[in-house]
């Protein structure tokens, strides 16, 4: 029989500003709360030391002072591994990636036991400042760059041409604000928990038109934990799991902008990515439970749960407005508070997806809890979703 | 090669806030481009032009491929005004970009050229720009002139 994959354990920090500014008296230490973190995880999971044999981290921002972090934590950690040691990067997409490669290890028989794990520390770097090197991560450096985009600036640019084509409002894409922050106030890992109205986000300042401040993330840090096993390991501790039921990738050979014009707004990557997924879970979109999206700004919650099926293309925006993605709608989505509000330590934001997506499916996400879920999914991108990861999830008790 | 279409050309006071590197490729790309020229390269095998110009063609992976000349007009696809900028731009926020679509089927980002009183809107004519700073151009496009 194929080997199949579970989350047994998690463990993260809040969301927050952590990090220490390079003057301050006492500091924040990354491998001092990953530390902590990992005993927390494997003790959630109900494993032991030396049953962990791959551990695959998140890079850290070049903001982290201590290089080799991944080996260095071995150390710290006096872990032994036979699996793989290694640090990943794929921008946004580079937690969603430490976590599938955890899981590939698994799979290929060399760990019964896998930690995918990180920290993400920048909040002390100023915003204009992290954009010097986040400007130049999207597009052609020479020529795109050079005109001033930034990241957010292009799914700004997504808002307004899913506007234009769909007649959708800022009230529209405020609503998906306004839903994430009510689920932020229910989760003590979120950033933002204090309920705002759809009046409070429409009046925020412009920061890529049409979006403002509360349509697009906040910076801040975070760090996490989870503990992947052998589906094998995970029935012998006798506690709810979460099994990997289905896995999807696809990049559509673009990056940034396809200089074909395509539908930009139509998020291929994620559509077909996903179709890859519930084919192999033996599903339909009709039957996820919850789903926590990486999603940066407002719209692209919209755009993504229109590219999975979630809701009908050029609905999405209305699906929002009228309460079907929030807790106790039709389809919950980022009942964690999403991006916008449960906060998006970038390198890390898809360890959070994943270790929500583990508390409702074990049942233990309290005031958040999604009624009997049984499959949840998550995503993690690349550029304006020129290329998607995603996972589905199932319940396992 | 001289390209053909020339596009206008707007002095602007001061120096580009993060100037593209150019190879010997493409420098031949920035060197028209600061003449007024258009161009990008088009592959003599499946004859499809490519945006930015690329040594090897992405859609067939020849490496022949010529210069050739840009449509100097095009549509609106999206925008947005950026107010939120990276430090090296912060003296020009807020500013405006986006994505225009050229008649001769080439999908580009770039800045966008303000005129008074007309607003940016998806679908609405555009035509490319030179803009030519102290130390070198950039292009951009601006909404089409109806006067």
């Avoid at chain 1, 439970?289 to 999975?308: G, M, N, W």
């Avoid at chain 1, 009908?312 to 079907?324: I, Y």
């Avoid at chain 2, 720009?129 to 292009?139: A, R, S, W």
Wanted: aromatic share 8%.
């Amino acid at each position: 029989m194929t080997r199949r994959v579970a989350i047994i354990g998690t463990s993260a920090i809040p969301i927050g500003r952590h990090q220490t500014s390079d003057d301050a008296e006492i500091q924040t230490l990354e491998h001092e709360i990953m530390t902590r973190l990992v005993i927390e995880a494997v003790s959630d999971a109900g494993v032991e030391k030396k049953d962990i044999q791959s551990l695959v981290f998140t890079l850290p921002r070049p903001y982290t002072r201590q290089k080799y972090f991944h080996t260095f934590l071995m150390g710290q950690l006096r872990l032994s591994c036979r699996g793989s040691v290694m640090e990943v990067m794929g921008n946004g997409m580079t937690a969603a990636l430490a976590f599938d490669q955890a899981c590939n290890d698994i799979l290929l028989g060399r760990a019964n036991v896998a930690l995918a794990l990180g920290i993400n520390m920048e909040s002390a770097v100023s915003a204009a400042e992290h954009a010097m090197s986040s400007m130049r991560t999207t597009g052609d450096v020479d020529f795109h760059t050079s005109a001033g985009f930034t990241p957010i600036s292009w799914y700004a640019m997504d808002a307004t041409r899913y506007m234009h084509e769909y007649g959708a409002t800022r009230e529209h894409l405020a609503a998906v604000a306004v839903k994430n922050r009510h689920h932020a106030s229910l989760n003590p890992l979120a950033q933002y928990r204090k309920p705002v109205t759809l009046e409070e986000v429409v009046a925020q300042r412009p920061i890529v038109e049409p979006l403002g401040l509360y349509d697009v993330p906040p910076r801040g840090d975070g760090a996490a934990c989870l503990v992947l096993a052998s589906e094998d390991v995970a029935r012998s501790l006798g506690r709810p799991y979460a099994l990997v039921r289905g896995r999807g990738f696809f990049h559509d050979g673009s990056h940034q902008i396809n200089d074909v014009p395509n539908n930009m707004i139509g998020f291929e990557a994620a559509r077909q990515a996903s179709a890859t997924a519930y084919a192999q879970a033996d599903i339909t979109p009709g039957d996820i439970d919850l789903a926590e999206l990486y999603a940066p700004c407002t719209i692209v919650e919209i755009l993504v749960s229109e590219a999975l099926g979630l809701c009908p293309t050029g609905g999405g925006a209305q699906a929002a407005f009228d309460g079907e993605t929030r807790l106790g709608g039709r389809i919950p989505i980022s009942t964690s508070g999403g991006l916008t509000s449960r906060g998006h330590p970038a390198y890390v934001t898809s360890l959070y997806n994943y270790v929500e997506l583990a508390e409702q499916l074990r049942g233990k996400a309290g005031a958040r809890q999604v009624k009997n879920a049984r499959l949840g999914l998550a995503t993690g991108e690349l550029g304006n979703y020129n290329a998607a990861l995603i996972h589905i999830l199932e319940a396992m008790q | 090669m001289n390209a053909r279409i020339s596009i206008p050309c707007i002095d602007v006071q001061g120096r580009r806030s993060y100037p593209p590197r150019v190879s010997a490729f493409t420098q031949t790309f920035w060197n028209s481009l600061a003449q007024g020229g258009w161009m990008t390269t088009c592959c003599q095998n499946c004859q499809k032009q490519t945006f930015p110009p690329k040594p090897v063609c992405p859609h067939c992976w020849s490496p022949r491929v010529d210069w050739s000349e840009l449509s100097a007009h095009g549509t609106l696809y999206s925008w947005t005004r950026i107010h939120a900028a990276p430090t090296a731009f912060a003296s020009e926020a807020p500013y405006a970009v986006g994505i225009v679509d050229l008649d001769s089927n080439i999908r580009l980002a770039c800045r966008l050229v303000e005129r008074p009183s007309i607003d940016f809107k998806p679908g609405m004519p555009m035509e490319m720009v030179v803009l030519k700073f102290e130390d070198g151009p950039l292009f951009a496009a601006r909404p089409l002139s109806t006067g």
